[in-house]
């Protein structure tokens, strides 16, 4: 999908903090550059600045949820290609592949653990490029 290196990540989520467990989690233990943004317009406007390599993406959030906000990132030159996985406590099976059929290369069920966070979110990425 991208022959880009993982450095930069944007994780959009409106909960405080699961920010910043996700922050300890992808800059302090995975050496990420990470761009937080609390809701889906945040991240509309952040991201071609930003210029993610991955965005992390709650589904659930008032306003623009997280499909909503993966159409109109899709909608920016800037992150049109950009892989996106989508964060949810939505783990059914089914509720999965719908995720991935709207454009997510992958899920993130949460809760997640802060200590391997980073090593799913790298093989999510190495899995993405084959």
Request: hydrophobic share 40%; proline share 6%; with cysteine.
């Amino acid at each position: 999908m991208t022959d880009r290196c993982l450095t930069r990540i944007m994780h959009v989520d409106d909960e405080e903090d699961i920010r910043e467990v996700a922050k300890v989690a992808l800059e302090s233990i995975g050496g990420f550059t990470l761009e937080s943004c609390d809701s889906g317009d945040d991240a509309v406007r952040k991201a071609p600045g930003f210029n993610p390599d991955l965005i992390l993406l709650d589904v659930m959030m008032p306003g623009m949820d997280g499909p909503s906000t993966l159409e109109a990132l899709r909608r920016l030159p800037d992150t049109e290609a950009t892989p996106v996985v989508f964060m949810t406590a939505k783990a059914q099976a089914h509720e999965l592949e719908a995720f991935k059929a709207l454009g997510a290369v992958d899920v993130v069920v949460k809760p997640f653990d802060p200590m391997t966070l980073s090593d799913h979110i790298r093989e999510i990425w190495s899995a993405c490029r084959d």
